[in-house]
């Protein structure tokens, strides 16, 4: 099996928490669109729920296959969000923001009850930082942003090649909120929540792709099958 149907093993298996009359955040990138598309046929087959997307795309997919959509503004308390995740450690810490949506997947995973994290094994790992860490940055004053990250990572024992992303068109990467993306090669997060609280000092920091303390359960569908992980201690050792 490949790991886009490890993906679609773990969206499957997160639809056994969708419960008729939900309020669900749907989050973005490619696991989270299997999850999305196999919703819609649930709501195709009589399934009653309301969802908030993550992101312009995640939008577009879930109208076009007639999912109920609404806004945090208008629904500001969720029962539910399932989301992909670029990194999973094992205790449910998080890297995202490899699709640029970071900002807006927090703000939805924080207004739900639960946050159901989908993803196939390559995105496990027992330290945090091997995929680039994203920060969203505005625009303004962006070369001061980015040394004072560099200077306040360090501090926290990060070092590596920060990059401002760029579109397919060379130009920068903009969010749906307007902002940019900054890339950090920082290789291995030690101490995730003390780079996080370091950072959170910059001024022209929106927000980070470290999702601590945030995800209720990790599915993780691999070679071995299915791992449903609460943030449990997991075996790293190779597979036979």
């Given at each position: 099996?490949?790991?886009?149907?490890?993906?679609?093993?773990?969206a499957e298996q997160a639809l056994t928490y969708v419960e008729d009359g939900m309020k669900l955040g749907l989050?973005?990138?490619?696991?989270?669109?299997?999850?999305?598309?196999?919703?819609?046929?649930?709501?195709?087959?009589?399934?009653k729920v309301v969802c908030v997307p993550t992101s312009e795309a995640t939008r577009a997919q879930a109208a076009a296959l007639g999912i109920p959509l609404t806004t945090l503004d208008e629904t500001p308390a969720l029962d539910?969000?399932?989301?992909?995740a670029d990194e999973v450690d094992e205790e449910l810490r998080l890297i995202k923001g490899g699709g640029g949506a970071l900002l807006r997947e927090k703000i939805v995973a924080v207004a739900s009850d639960r946050?159901?994290?989908?993803?196939?094994?390559?995105?496990?790992?027992?330290?945090?930082?091997?995929?680039?860490?994203?920060?969203?940055?505005?625009?303004?004053?962006?070369?001061?942003?980015?040394?004072?990250?560099i200077k306040l990572a360090a501090d926290t024992g990060c070092e590596g090649e920060v990059k401002l992303r760029k579109g397919t068109d060379g130009k920068p990467f903009v969010t749906d909120n307007g902002n940019h993306?900054?890339?950090?090669?920082?290789?291995?997060?030690?101490?995730?929540?003390?780079l996080d609280d370091s950072l959170k000092l910059v001024p022209g920091l929106v927000e980070t792709g470290l999702f601590l303390g945030i995800a209720d359960v990790g599915i993780i569908a691999g070679p071995k099958g299915v791992e449903?992980?609460?943030?449990i201690e997991i075996d790293f050792e190779e597979d036979e």
């Open positions: 099996m490949s790991n886009d149907d490890w993906k679609r093993q773990a989050g973005t990138g490619s696991t989270a669109a299997k999850f999305v598309e196999l919703l819609g046929a649930k709501v195709k087959a009589g399934l539910l969000t399932v989301d992909g946050v159901v994290i989908i993803a196939d094994n390559s995105k496990l790992v027992e330290t945090l930082g091997r995929f680039p860490l994203p920060l969203e940055v505005v625009p303004f004053g962006l070369a001061a942003t980015e040394q004072l990250i993306i900054l890339d950090c090669a920082f290789d291995a997060i030690e101490d995730p929540e003390a449903v992980l609460s943030g």
